[in-house]
Structure formats: C-alpha cells, structure tokens
C-alpha cells in the first residue's frame, strides 16, 4: 500500500482516508423523529477529532508529548490565563488543585502561612458534584457546607461569614450547570479573610462573568481553576481535565503533585533542561543525586496521554461555537417553554421555577435546570418525561451529606459542618430535574422537550 511512499506521504493518505472514513460512518445524520431518545448530553465532532487522534496514534507516543503541549498553551490563551495543565479528568483535575494548597512551599507564602494543614476547614456546597468535595475529606480537612439559592443553584453568599472559622484556609465551590455563582461576593470575602479560591469549572467552561475590571472566564478568577473534558461536557477528548492559574508558585506545585511529586520540572522523554541534573542537594539525598529522581510532593500520576490532548486540540478550535449554540438552546427552552404553557392556558412558572442567570453572568449553560413547585410531583413528571424519549439527571448529588459515604462521619458527627441549613440543598434533592442544551441538539429535539415538559405538568 506504501510503496514508493515517503513516510509523511503515508501518513497523508492515511489520514485522508480517515477523514472520508469519519464522514462516511459518523457523520450521517437523520432528522429528527418523536421517539428517537434525546440525550442530556452527547459528543459533537467531525473529522478534525478523528484525524488528529490517529495522526497522534500514529506517533506512537502514548504519553504526554506534541499535542499536550499544544493544547495546554491554546487552552490557556484562550481563558486569559498563564499557566494550564492537562489532566486525565476533572476530578483528578479538582484533586490536583486542592493538593496544591497542602504544599510545603506555601508554609511561608507572601509572610504567611498559608498551607492548608489536615483539620484546617474548606467552605463548599452540599448541592453538587461529590469530587468537588472528596479531596477535602480525603485529606482529612473539613467540608463546611452552605446552602444555596434557587433558581441560581449556588452558593447562598450571604451564608459564608457564618461559616468563617479561624480554621479556615479556602472556599472551593463549582459553577453549577454553567451558571456561575457570586464571583464579586465570593472574591471579596477570600481577599477579606485571605483565603484560597478553587473554581470549580467543570460545568461552566466558556462562560463569564462581570468583575469591576471587566468580563472575565469563569475559571480564572480564582486562584486555581478545573475544567472536565468528560464527553457530557462543554468539550470534550474522551477523559481528560485541566487545572489552570495565573500563580508561578502554585503552578510549579500542581505540576509537581501531576507528575508524580517530582522536584524536576523537565517534560516526559527530555533530560536536563537546567544544566543542573547532578550538581544539587535536595533533602538528605546524597549531593548531585539524580533531579529527575527527586520528589519534593506526595504526588500522583495524573497525566493525560498526547491521544486525548489531540481530540482536544481540535474541540478548542470549535469550543466558541459550542458556547454560542448552548445559549440558543437554553433560550429555545426557556421561551418555548413560556409559549406552549400560555397556549394550553397556564404560567408555566405556577408549576416548575425556571432556571435564571446570576446577576453580572453570561452563562455557558450545561443544562437546563427547574425546580417543582408545591403540588407537582417531580417523580411523576420525570418518568413522564423520560417515557418521551428525552433524558433528564437531577443535581447530582442533591444533598451530598446525605449518601452512604457520610454514614461514618455522620453518625459520629465529625468531619464535617453545616451552616445553618440545607432547606434548598434539600429542596432541590427532592424537587429538582434537568434537561440538557447539548450543542448537537436541534430545533425539533427541543420543541419535542418542551412539549413532553408541558405535557407532563399540566
């Protein structure tokens, strides 16, 4: 087949003919039918996907290499941020960046210590995605759970100076479903307090929010920020994360916890980029021992492979389209909604509370989010719903203190605290649904879900 071929004239043809292979086999698409089943979320790709994970597959570099370290620098100029390390998830992401703050290195940071210390507490919520919070516990600090707001789903901001202890070090909440939380009233009571601040970014990549300096990502306002490349998410490369800031200290560290904990800064496959691999004394190593041997973290392996970063690099270049076409689709519901309830004679605010952006936001929805009203039967109305064909996911966790993995400590009433109450944690555990506003969905698909959201309620 290769005969008198260069290899980069093989490797043309071969990608030419998975680019016809892609638009062949994946990218036939039929209309649109009632009872064909709508997805909360799903991939949207073409061939640029599929030709860059072959050409990279092709390298035969299954670690991190030439496509990592393209996506880490388009990701960044693309948030505004200095830094961006590619992860193998968004948990991992949220593990990386929380870890960071248990350095040693931050013992003496600006004249203070700042490290967080195992018994040291970290402000969150209950109402989300349980990996915001594991890495916490799992260290051994403590959650201090405040409630929420509906329809805004985040963080009741008025809550967190009752929260303050002189144990606290940081607040690390998500952006739920896209719609970004308080940034002005949470920034401002970190900088108060001087404490940290890790974005969780995963459901919220590409949207923004209104600072007193101007529009900014939601990711970068923090000091650390996630983002999850999980298929359901804004973009996606299969698994895969990124934990971004514009700190050279906490950069070097969340490099460091990574890649394995490792003092050596030197990218996989390369070797003495300092010119200092044998003249240095670190701990109480001998003198010169090996830098690329020495851990200055208890650190992890949470790397990506170069394959994933090449999807990747692809979905960037489409990612602001993908934004744009959330925020049509989340006004196609939301409208379509207000229409099709007037028609058959009633406000469709009366029966579910509808989904609203924070003040000073431009949100990059990842789903559209409503809440029950007295009266009406979430449980009734979702398998309505889902008999449709159309998909719907609760808030995750609804109230994370609630599952099996709080049995232990809340039997013991130990490892964690609740401020105040959970009153809309709980309200959104038991009367709350989603639907998605995937990019791949179109017009029919979302008058088909608000048909059979109308349906269900009326």
């Not at 979320?41 to 860059?52: F, H, I």
């Not at 409630?147 to 739920?176: C, F, Q, R, W």
């Not at 001087?194 to 923090?222: K, P, Q, V």
């Not at 709080?406 to 649904?433: A, P, Q, W």
Request: net charge negative.
């Amino acid at each position: 087949m290769f005969e008198n071929m260069t290899e980069k004239e093989a490797r043309e043809h071969i990608l030419e003919s998975v680019a016809k292979y892609c638009d062949t086999f994946h990218n036939v698409k039929k209309d649109f039918e009632p009872g064909d089943r709508i997805s909360y979320a799903s991939r949207v790709y073409d061939s640029d996907e599929m030709t860059n994970l072959v050409d990279s597959a092709l390298d035969f570099w299954l670690t991190a290499g030439r496509y990592t370290d393209e996506f880490e620098r388009s990701f960044a100029a693309y948030l505004g941020v200095r830094f961006c390390s590619l992860v193998n998830s968004g948990s991992s992401a949220n593990l990386n960046a929380f870890m960071a703050l248990t350095s040693p290195l931050l013992e003496n940071y600006n004249g203070r210590d700042r490290r967080v210390y195992p018994g040291d507490e970290i402000i969150t919520v209950a109402a989300g995605f349980p990996t915001t919070v594991a890495p916490v516990i799992q260290y051994g600090a403590v959650p201090v759970f405040v409630d929420v707001t509906v329809p805004e789903y985040n963080i009741d901001v008025t809550g967190l100076e009752d929260a303050l202890s002189d144990k606290t070090k940081a607040v690390m909440i998500a952006h739920t479903l896209g719609n970004p939380f308080d940034l002005r009233a949470v920034r401002a009571f970190c900088d108060k307090h001087d404490l940290w601040l890790i974005e969780d970014n995963c459901d919220a990549l590409g949207s923004r929010y209104e600072m007193e300096d101007g529009w900014h990502f939601t990711g970068t306002i923090g000091d650390i920020g996630t983002s999850s490349f999980y298929p359901p998410h804004h973009m996606t490369m299969g698994e895969g994360g990124a934990v971004y800031t514009n700190d050279p200290l906490l950069n070097r560290i969340i490099r460091s916890m990574r890649d394995w904990g490792r003092d050596c800064v030197c990218p996989s496959g390369k070797d003495n980029l300092c010119g200092h691999r044998f003249d240095g004394q670190y701990g109480e190593l001998p003198f010169g021992y090996d830098h690329k041997y020495v851990y200055s973290h208890f650190g992890y392996n949470l790397k990506a492979t170069d394959m994933q970063a090449a999807v990747g690099c692809a979905q960037l270049k489409k990612f602001p389209t993908f934004v744009e076409k959330r925020k049509k689709n989340f006004e196609h519901l939301r409208e379509g909604l207000k229409e099709r309830a007037k028609a058959a004679g009633f406000d469709i605010e009366d029966k579910l509370i509808l989904p609203v952006a924070t003040p000073h936001s431009d949100p990059s929805w990842f789903g559209f989010m409503m809440t029950c009203r007295e009266g009406v039967d979430r449980k009734a109305v979702v398998e309505s719903v889902e008999s449709a064909g159309v998909q719907t996911r609760a808030l995750f966790a609804g109230n994370l203190t609630k599952h099996p993995c709080f049995d232990e400590m809340r039997s013991t009433g130990k490892g964690y605290r609740i401020v105040g109450t959970l009153d809309n944690t709980d309200s959104i555990m038991n009367r709350s649904f989603w639907v998605g506003v995937y990019p791949g969905m179109t017009a029919a698909m979302l008058d088909h879900m608000c048909e059979s959201i109308i349906k269900a309620v009326n």
